[in-house]
């Protein structure tokens, strides 16, 4: 613990949120990228250059989130509390689910840093625990976000309409597979 005041706290709770929206980005634009058909107007090595950078930048923001989270002396967590999951003393299950989306993201960019040593069926499984890490992120903003909990407008509006867009995504691409499915089964 070194820092006293609110600055530390307020750059929590903004790169909270601020992660929270990257990586909702990012999420939509490899759920897009993977859907990709010819004749869209974005080519697909487009949204994945941009996917890939936004992740990046989400890594950043996640390094300054925990960071300001640990040095912050308002709350005490340690840095092994922001890792290991539901280890910590304070709000051990939200924080253990923002560790665990930790945890679950770090393995997703070292796979993915690595993806030309492992197979595409191997680096895509791995790189689906990008799911669950968003979802835990989630869980974790809603359970320990005391904005959240206040009801207060500017974060919960973002956090919902993050929710609404990967579950739209989500929406998209399975309407792209069925229809895929669909026009296989009937040229078959």
Same mark, same amino acid.
């Given at each position: 613990m070194i820092a006293e005041g609110p600055l530390l706290w307020y750059l929590n709770r903004a790169t909270g949120l601020t992660l929270l929206v990257l990586l909702t980005v990012s999420t939509v634009l490899g759920v897009l990228a993977t859907g990709g058909r010819p004749g869209h107007r974005v080519p697909q090595f487009v =949204?994945?250059?941009?996917? /890939?950078?936004?992740? @990046? !930048?989400?890594?950043?923001?996640?390094?300054?989130? #925990?960071?300001?989270a640990v040095l912050d002396t308002f709350v005490d967590i340690s840095w092994w509390e922001a890792?290991?999951?539901?280890?910590?003393s304070y709000e051990r299950l939200w924080l253990g689910l923002g560790a665990l989306s930790l945890d679950l993201?770090?393995?997703?960019?070292?796979?993915?840093?690595?993806?030309?040593?492992? =197979?595409?069926?191997?680096? /895509?499984?791995?790189? @689906? !625990?990008a799911w669950l890490a968003w979802?835990?992120? #989630?869980?974790?903003?809603?359970?320990?976000?005391?904005?959240?909990?206040?009801?207060?407008?500017?974060?919960?509006?973002?956090t919902v309409v993050c929710v609404l867009a990967v579950v739209a995504?989500?929406?998209?691409?399975?309407?792209?597979?069925?229809?895929?499915?669909?026009?296989?089964?009937?040229d078959s």
């Open positions: =949204t994945q250059q941009v996917h /890939r950078n936004l992740a @990046l !930048l989400s890594v950043v923001a996640l390094v300054v989130h #925990v960071g300001s890792v290991i999951p539901f280890g910590a993201v770090a393995v997703v960019v070292v796979t993915s840093l690595v993806r030309s040593r492992l =197979t595409h069926r191997r680096w /895509r499984a791995v790189h @689906l !625990l979802a835990l992120a #989630v869980a974790h903003t809603a359970g320990i976000g005391t904005d959240i909990e206040q009801r207060a407008t500017w974060a919960v509006v973002p995504a989500l929406g998209l691409r399975l309407g792209q597979a069925l229809s895929d499915h669909h026009l296989v089964r009937s």
